[in-house]
Structure formats: C-alpha cells, structure tokens
C-alpha cells in the first residue's frame, strides 16, 4: 500500500502556496462545530487485514521511506501514523454518521479485490449490490468523500461546500466529478495492493486562490477519481448515478491528472462493441 509521492510533474514549491492554506481549528471538518477527537483510515481495516491474509505482514511506503506493519495489533496500533489521517473528524459524523459510507465500501472493496475489471468497459453496481445499487451507490461516493475531505484537511486546502452538502445527503455536486478509472501504472507497481494518488493542486496566475484539485484513490488498479473545480463542471457526470459506470483509463498519474484518458485496450474495446445497442 502506499501514500505516495508525485515526481516528475511541474510543481510550486509549497511555500508558495503557503498563504492560501487553512491552519487548523481543531474542529471536525464535516460539521464545523464538535472538536476533532478522531482520524479517518486512510486504508480501511477491513482491506488491510484482508490484504495481509495468513502472512501477517504488509509494507507501507512512500518514496524511499518503507515501514513494515504485522499482524492485525500492529493495524490497530498505528505505529508510525500511517494507517490514519491526522484527527480532523468528530466522533459522530466519523462513525454514526458515515457508518453506511463504510458498509457500502466494504461491499465494493471486497468485490473489486476478487474480480478481474481493469480490461473491462464498465463495473456493474447492480451487480455489485443489487436491487439498492442505487442508494448503495451514492454512499460509496460519500465515502471516498470523506476520504478525500480528510486529505484536505490534513493538507490545510479549503474544503468545498459542495462536499460537506454531498456527505449530508445532496446526491450531486455541481463544482465536482467523481468517476471510475484504472491507471496503468499504479496496476503495475501495486498490482492487488492499496494506493493513494498524489495531491494534485491547480492556482489562479497570481496565486491568490485555489483553482482545482484532483485526488485518486485505488483498490488494486481499480480507482476513484475526485476532481473539483471553482468554476463549476458543466456537463459532468458522476459514477454514482449510473447502475454501469465506465472505467476510465489512463496511462498514469499525470494522464490521470490532466483528464487525458487513453483509448480502452481491445478486450475492452470487444466487450463495448458486444455491449452495443442493436
């Protein structure tokens, strides 16, 4: 698994973008009112414990920095403050209030770590969780919401309304896209594993505000991308409202970044031809 760092891409340096950061209140970021008493999985036990099987052994890296976690005491424990993200949620909206988030990713997780999809057009959520594709759906998108707000949080960028109004029951963001995607190189460098996307951060010319971001997180080669832009996404489209979302692929993270998806590879090409209306 991996929280990863981005290189090779044209970045400021941080301390230019210093000025636009929040420094923490101490507050849950979700309903700005209770204390931040706890800190969201950054990979959910449940994966974890499942990745590690009988071995008991997983590793955790970013960049050069490679940490061994074994056994499901060393998962609970948290050693080195990988598992988790730095506390930035209360107590309610991190358990009660998100506890259907969980139950619909779990189903999902479980789902994509046993199934073969990055070659295929699509992932079918009616297949995934039945007649309530639906509901489930939209709670699998709140979930990696509040993965991604987490993120926000722990790096100071101002969260968007948009996404609190999403993880509060709107079934749409109008500043915002998620979408299914695969990226070829986090299947070749992680294959079954867990990984987090850079942070990808867009400002206006005179670095006076935050413009757009981009997060991605996977499961296996399978991912979640998030992206928000302050001038709003027309024509969007969100994953969460079709019962058979097309996985879109890239070529790697960069590609991921800059929306450039590849062409689908023959496989799947086939199966959208087969899949065809007639």
């Known amino acids: 698994m991996s929280d990863q760092v981005f290189e090779g891409h044209p970045l400021l340096d941080p301390k230019a973008l210093s000025h636009l950061l929040i420094a923490p209140t101490g ?136 996404l609190r109004a999403f993880l509060g029951g709107e079934t749409d963001m109008t500043d915002a896209q998620m979408a299914v995607i695969t990226t070829d190189t986090i299947r070749k460098k992680y294959k079954s594993g867990f990984s987090i996307s850079p942070n990808f951060v867009e400002v206006d010319k005179g670095v006076t505000r935050f413009e757009r971001y981009v997060f991605a997180a996977y499961v296996g080669p399978i991912g979640i991308r998030y992206e928000w832009n302050n001038g709003g996404m027309e024509g969007r489209s969100q994953f969460f409202h079709f019962p058979y979302p097309v996985i879109n692929a890239f070529k790697d993270e960069t590609a991921m970044f800059e929306r450039r998806v590849r062409r689908p590879g023959l496989i799947a090409s086939l199966l959208q031809w087969a899949q065809k209306p007639r």
Request: proline share 5%; with cysteine; glycine share 10%.
């Open 27 to 162: 507050l849950c970021w979700w309903c700005q009112q209770r204390p931040a008493t706890t800190g969201e999985h950054k990979f959910k036990r449940t994966d974890l414990t499942r990745l590690m099987g009988d071995g008991g052994l997983l590793l955790w890296g970013q960049g050069e920095d490679i940490r061994e976690i074994r056994g499901k005491s060393g998962v609970n424990r948290d050693r080195y403050g990988v598992i988790k993200f730095p506390k930035s949620l209360c107590e309610p909206c991190n358990n009660k209030a998100s506890k259907p988030f969980d139950d619909a990713y779990e189903i999902y997780s479980k789902y994509v770590s046993e199934t073969v999809l990055h070659r295929m057009p699509g992932v079918s959520l009616r297949h995934v969780y039945g007649h309530s594709w639906q509901a489930s759906a939209l709670n699998l998108a709140r979930y990696y919401g509040k993965h991604f707000g987490c993120r926000m949080a722990r790096e100071g960028l101002p969260i968007p309304e948009s």
